[in-house]
């Protein structure tokens, strides 16, 4: 099991066979609906996640630019506020107690905000598994929402990233999740591709998409090339991000006919 976090989203997975299902859901259940935050958990888990500014913990590049990137595009609000502890202020975490954790959970943990998914189950069985996992809960008070606006810029740091590589990417405003023009965006992602210089796993893997193509096969010096789409329910960014040993990137891959 474990569990993530995205600007919009808090996802909860797990693998089992399939024989143990019901075991698993339970767990996410439980998990989800009868969280206990414990003072002496809460206490350990902000010491380790605090940034500590004298001995800084390494970060991996690209989760640094696809974090600035969307700063660039949304600001300080919404989808552009960091959802990483390293660039989060240390005071930031002054205020996290068990009851605030339990407040959260109340707010948000309500049954018309959430989805569950599985593979490789029959879906009437599921279903029986989430009523008898989730079924006691109740429709919460509604949660006001900020919608995301894009206003556009740029972000630049001045984080020395360890590969010894700079680290770029440049995005545009793209159709939401819930939008008609959703497919062929995806679709167009999947044109452009894209990859690393060298395959650690053999040659072939993106080898004939565009920015493999016309950036990586022609420049030298680029290192990786890759497009991305971030997707959210009322708004979304379409992009690519690149690092390279030397100083041409932006013009290159902006006036290379891929993106």
């Known amino acids: 099991m474990a569990a993530s976090t995205t ?35 809460v206490s350990e888990l902000i010491e380790a996640k605090a940034p500590d500014h004298e001995h800084p913990a390494p970060r991996i590049p690209d989760a640094v630019t696809l974090e600035a990137i969307h700063q660039a595009a949304y600001g300080d ?39 569950v998914g599985a593979v490789g189950v029959d879906h009437a069985r599921l279903v029986d598994l989430v009523q008898r996992a989730f079924g006691h809960l109740k429709p ?7 919608p995301a606006e894009y206003v556009g ?30 497919m062929p965006l995806c679709v167009l992602q999947m044109m452009l591709g894209g990859g690393l210089s060298f395959s650690a796993g053999g040659p072939g893997k993106g080898m004939h998409s565009r920015l493999y193509e016309r950036v990586l096969n022609r420049w030298g010096w680029a290192h990786s090339a890759n497009c991305f789409t971030s997707l959210f329910t009322d708004s979304a960014l379409f992009g690519a991000c690149w690092c390279r040993h030397a100083t041409p990137g932006v013009s290159v891959l902006c006036g290379s006919r891929s993106f």
């Open 77 to 115: 609000r919404t989808l552009g506020r960091s959802v990483s502890p390293q660039a989060s202020h240390a005071q930031s975490f002054d205020h996290i107690t068990p009851a605030l954790l339990q407040e959260y959970a109340a707010t948000y943990y309500q049954p018309g905000r959430m989805v």
């Open 7 to 41: 600007q919009e989203n808090i996802f909860y997975v797990g693998d089992v066979l399939r024989d143990h299902t019901p075991y698993l859901v339970d767990m996410l259940g439980d998990t989800v609906t009868n969280g206990a935050f414990d003072s002496w958990e």
């Open 153 to 182: 810029g740029e972000v630049r740091s001045g984080y020395d990233s360890e590969d010894g590589l700079a680290h770029f990417a440049v995005a545009l405003q793209a159709p939401s999740l819930n939008d008609a023009d959703l």
């Open 140 to 146: 919460g008070a509604p949660v006001a929402k900020e």
